[in-house]
């Protein structure tokens, strides 16, 4: 369905940014109509109300909408949370294609590889974003309730959306990358969820190994910057936290530039196999096919010689 939605504009001989539009707004469509993304967005949504309301912030006296506490519920969920769901959206947008079989049909109108790849992985991840957006708006709206023993200060809008871009939207667009390349080239999602699932154990293993680093050597290496503010909170009151200003300095930057710079790689990498082994396989299949036809022809042609019978011949043979 996505594929024949992408093929109609395709076909009209659009522009490249024509074409990544109709395979963009064909992901869209068809994620509207699955189920995932609105169990993800529940989902999301009810981990924000169990930290808002049952989290660390109360245990510690932390208000629920500091900055450092906002943080921590971010870096947290895109630790514990998000991976695997990232998977699920971003592993198999081209794998459905192939699965329903519509990939002859898609690369032999005029789309370009790059403007469906491109436009496949924008679209998912987009509606990836949009889940997640869920579990910030969530905090955001907490910010006029309180409960018993919970701290909040005045209301805030900013540290929630440049915290999400910089702690949830940036390390999920590399996973996201990842996650699509190796669906894409491998057509297994299975090996997608064990690739992540090891992830996991890499993260962790790293997060050991750095201990007793300069800060500079934890944070660059470390895609969700959960060394940035450890925080003790034996070591520092309430107050502390409470009036701790998170900003951005030189090495978190670098540490961002260095993962999109990752991102577009892995994405490039992903174009460069993606179309050499298309093309392969769709060569291959040709010659196939005009092997096969050869091959009946002449069959046919011998089938039909051995049946006809020159007048001669058949004179001959009725004269004996």
Known sequence: MTGEFALT????????????????????????????????????????????????????????????????????????????????????????????????????????RAEYLLGKFVGNYLVLLACQSCFALTLLALQGFTRGGMIAQPARLTPYCKHFLFFVAAPSLLLAAVCFAVGTLSRSVRLVYGLVTSLYVLYMGLQVAARGLPRRWRVLPDPLLMNVYPGNPRAHSADYFNSLAVGYDADMLFNRALLLLATLACLASLYARFSTTERRQTRAARDSVTTLDLADDADWLSGAASETVSPRAAGGSMEA
């Not at 074409?19 to 999301?44: K, S």
């Not at 169990?50 to 912030?57: D, F, I, Q």
């Not at 514990?80 to 690369?107: H, K, Q, S």
Request: proline fraction near 5%.
């Open 9 to 112: 504009t395709a076909a009209r001989g659009g522009s490249a940014f024509a074409n990544f539009a109709a395979v963009f707004r064909a992901e869209l469509l068809f994620n509207r109509r699955r189920v995932a993304p609105y169990v993800m967005a529940a989902l999301f949504s009810a981990n924000a109300l169990l930290w808002w309301g049952w989290g660390a912030a109360v245990y510690y006296g932390w208000a629920v909408n500091s900055d450092y506490y906002i943080v921590r519920c971010l870096t947290g969920f895109c630790f514990m949370t998000t991976p695997f769901f990232v998977a699920l959206l971003m592993a198999d947008p081209v794998v459905r294609d192939y699965r329903t079989g519509v990939d002859p049909l898609i690369f032999s109108k005029p789309l370009s």
